[in-house]
């Protein structure tokens, strides 16, 4: 089945600095990419997404890479602030199915 | 906003104890989803179900039960808990929108400790 691996495992960073995460996947049949937001004691959040048809997608300050060839995805963040700091998954949905598959998560830590 | 909830937020147990966490979403989601949440393993399915009385199975199902009695409700069953199991479960729904997005609406997520 489908497998996502995720780097770095961890982040900190100063408030402003733009941060990158790595994704990478091994289905060639995974077509949607979600990734999700989890801020300290709180519930996952969706936050963007990408369809394996396309390249690049951008929300605000977020922007999401995507290379079929290679199966891998990035997420990069710009101008980050501290209520950045979260844990960020990446997902691929496996197949044509309603499953998601998930990486470790990113810790990201924005210090003022 | 999808509303997912459940409960109990916090529950402790002893091994062999059985226990009960409920989810309930009030958005007319199909499907619905259970996970767990383990520091060096993510998140990982459980079990989910599109529509009352079906179930699906996970990629971690072992010593989980499940069952959807209705649309709204999807509830997760530890019959005979073990040490193992202390983890952050977490309860999920999607709708039409998964379709061309993959978005969940999760849960607050309930902490179970087996002592």
């Known amino acids: 089945g489908e497998q996502v691996e995720q780097l770095p495992s961890s982040l900190i960073v100063q408030e402003g600095a733009s941060v990158l995460i790595n994704c990478s996947y091994t289905d060639s049949a995974s077509v949607y990419f979600p990734w999700y937001k989890q801020e300290p004691g709180k519930r996952l ?68 | 906003e999808a509303a997912v909830t459940q409960s109990p937020r916090n529950k402790v147990t002893v091994t062999g104890g059985n226990v009960t966490l409920s989810c309930r979403q009030t958005n007319s989601h199909n499907y619905m989803y259970w996970y767990r949440q383990d520091t060096g393993h993510g998140l990982r399915l459980i079990h989910y179900s599109y529509g009352a009385g079906n179930l699906q199975i996970g990629d971690v199902p072992d010593g989980y039960k499940a069952t959807r009695t209705t649309q709204e409700d999807f509830f997760l069953l530890l019959e005979l808990a073990s040490p193992s199991q202390t983890s952050l479960y977490f309860c999920a729904s999607s709708g039409r929108d998964f379709a061309n997005t993959g978005q969940l609406y999760f849960g607050e997520g309930s902490k179970l400790t087996v002592l």
Do not use: W
């Not at chain 1, 995507?66 to 997420?75: E, G, M, V, W, Y």
């Not at chain 1, 960020?88 to 470790?104: D, M, V, W």
């Open chain 1, 45 to 112: 959040q969706f936050i963007i997404d990408i369809r394996s048809n396309m390249e690049r997608k951008q929300n605000q300050r977020l922007t999401l890479l995507f290379d079929k060839k290679t199966k891998h995805l990035s997420l990069h963040i710009t101008a980050t602030q501290p209520g950045d700091s979260a844990i960020y998954f990446c997902s691929a949905r496996e197949g044509n199915t309603r499953k998601l598959i998930f990486g470790l998560g990113t810790t990201l830590q924005v210090q003022p």
